[in-house]
């Protein structure tokens, strides 16, 4: 029987997420068979004690910052225990949400126009014309993004609480419809596993939209163009491989149909810790692809490496 530490929440703004998807991988993994441990990581310490034990894979639910920006996926590459999810190089690329820009635009993926610029640059009006949107650099789960429409929604985020530093990053608004893409696998073997469409009930997809049941609507397959749907797919997919990302990857797009279909397709940025609780997405649509929910925790357990000395690649 496998040994598995599984990670579960942490210190990020998303803490409460992980706990739910950790509990609900636990769930599914023990029901699999494995022997599982679950630990709530809140220090380098706890890490050290919880990897005493020697479990044969480490299962990462962590989510958020210090999770799944390449900082913990160090300290087990160190450790030289396999665990689940994109190593240290494709999480840190793809949280620095800049830099994966970069790399999606070298790539010649779609991308929104946009780039870095201080916050109160943007206040002032000297970054983008209105409608823009503003989000941190190294956030998930849209904790911290701002949708700019008009005037009033640039005065109102003036007055606004603003906790993440004060470069920030700005890209142009694109109208439409909110998808999203599941990718299983690495380099050559991974896949696509369907396009999901998210309508949201208040107009944006927020991190209360995300996990509040009710909220949002999701329709698994996306009721888009063919074309469309096509390249979504090939967009993810694409993403995925240009950071080099394994496990499982969540990207998020906009499909701008303002004009009619098929319409255009824009990369946002790539998930690679997307949510395992029982509103989150990459579930629903492997459950669409026909892969059930413990097949899929089971599936990222058994394709677990680690990057340093030695190390393996899942085929």
């Known amino acids: 029987m496998k040994k598995v530490l599984l990670l579960k929440g942490g210190l990020s703004s998303e803490r409460e997420v992980s706990l739910v998807s950790g509990r609900e991988c636990a769930k ?26 020697k479990p044969d894979v480490v299962f990462n639910a962590l989510h958020g910052r210090w999770a799944e920006d390449g900082t913990i996926q160090g300290a087990l590459d160190l450790a030289r225990v396999p665990y689940t999810h994109s190593g240290l190089l494709a999480s840190a690329l793809a949280m620095d949400k800049p830099v994966a820009r970069d790399v999606f635009a070298g790539r010649k993926l779609p991308v929104a126009e946009g780039g870095v610029f201080k916050r109160a640059d943007v206040l002032a009006g000297r970054a983008m014309p209105i409608p823009f949107v503003m ?49 299983m696998g690495f380099n050559g073997a991974a896949r696509a596993l369907g396009v999901l469409e998210i309508r949201p009930n208040n107009g944006f997809y927020d991190y209360e939209a995300k ?20 390249e979504a797919m090939r967009v993810a997919l694409e993403a ?57 925790c089971a599936w990222l357990v058994e394709n677990a490496v680690h990057d340093g000395p030695k190390a393996g690649r899942p085929v």
């Open 240 to 296: 995925h491989r240009a950071l080099g990302c394994r496990g499982v990857s969540r990207a998020d797009l906009r499909y701008d149909d303002t004009r009619g279909e098929p319409g255009r397709i824009v990369l946002l940025e790539v998930n690679t810790q997307p949510g395992m609780t029982p509103l989150s997405l990459v579930p629903e649509i492997a459950a669409a692809a026909g892969i059930a929910f413990g097949d899929l």
């Open 28 to 53: 599914a993994l023990r029901a699999k068979g494995y022997d599982v441990t679950e630990h709530d990581l809140v220090s380098l310490e706890g890490l050290t004690q919880a990897l005493a034990a």
């Open 135 to 183: 989000k941190p650099s190294n956030e998930g789960s849209s904790v911290g993004v701002k949708i700019v429409l008009e005037q009033a929604d640039l005065d109102a985020l003036a007055k606004s609480p603003w906790p993440f530093g004060e470069e920030v990053l700005v890209e142009a608004y694109v109208p439409g419809r909110e998808l999203t893409v599941a990718v």
């Open 211 to 230: 996990y509040t049941d009710g909220k949002a609507i999701h329709l698994c397959p996306a009721p888009v163009h063919k074309t469309a749907y096509d």
